[in-house]
């Protein structure tokens, strides 16, 4: 019989966890030797206690704070097809993060995109909401917030080619934020950059004079996972 693992974390001086509360482990991560750890000596250390993000472009974790990490993505729905004739005059139905559903009337001579996405946009709680655009010749709508709290969904009941016979859903996505728990060491036996692998967790009680690189996108996703800071 195979026993679940156990993962041990040791709560040092210098550890980034305040407590075992809300701690949650989660995949070692592979570090960009492109991170930094400005004041550090050697140089090439990089501590434990720092919010890292993965970066999808070369498959690699980076602080928080890199501007080339990933972030936060919004609710997307695309339409399936581009507007046409068939759908002026008809009704739009959109619904956000699960509230009530906003009911946007299209003009009768509404058969472009442009058009329709002017129809759209003349509603408050639609521009208020949402980012309505063209993307490869069909009408795209972002909600112009981002992480996994954000959805959307959007149909026209009256025809079904638009966005689905149930109208199309979209979901907001979180960046894959952790904090790291042991030192890594970003150089090879020659002494040139590399990669380092290193424990690393995806919530727990922090204490937030330790941590570093955290931007307030990753708080929002670390809260969000029942972490607690103090």
């Not at 002494?191 to 004079?209: D, E, L, M, Q």
Request: hydrophobic share 45%; with cysteine; aromatic share 6%.
């Amino acid at each position: 019989m195979q026993l679940p693992g156990i993962i041990l974390v040791v709560f040092s001086d210098t550890s980034p966890i305040k407590s075992e509360l809300a701690f949650e482990g989660a995949p070692d991560a592979l570090l960009d030797p492109s991170c930094t750890d400005p004041g550090n000596q050697p140089p090439w250390r990089f501590r434990a206690g720092a919010v890292v993000v993965w970066k999808s472009a070369t498959s690699t974790f980076v602080p928080a704070d890199d501007p080339t990490g990933d972030r936060n993505q919004p609710a997307t729905v695309t339409a399936l097809v581009a507007a046409d004739a068939t759908w002026a005059g008809k009704n739009v139905e959109i619904n956000f993060d699960g509230g009530p559903t906003v009911v946007v009337p299209l003009g009768a001579q509404s058969n472009t995109n442009a058009l329709v996405i002017a129809d759209l946009l003349k509603d408050l709680h639609v521009a208020g909401n949402l980012l309505v655009d063209e993307f490869n010749g069909l009408l795209r709508a972002r909600t112009t917030e981002a992480g996994a709290e954000k959805s959307i969904k959007i149909n026209m009941p009256a025809l079904a080619t638009a966005f689905g016979a149930a109208g199309t859903l979209g979901a907001g996505v979180d960046a894959d934020y952790r904090v790291t728990l042991a030192d890594g060491d970003l150089i090879d036996d020659s002494g040139a950059p590399a990669k380092s692998v290193v424990t690393c967790c995806r919530k727990a009680h922090f204490n937030t004079a330790k941590l570093r690189n955290l931007t307030p996108e990753a708080k929002m996703v670390l809260l969000r996972r029942g972490a607690f800071f103090g």
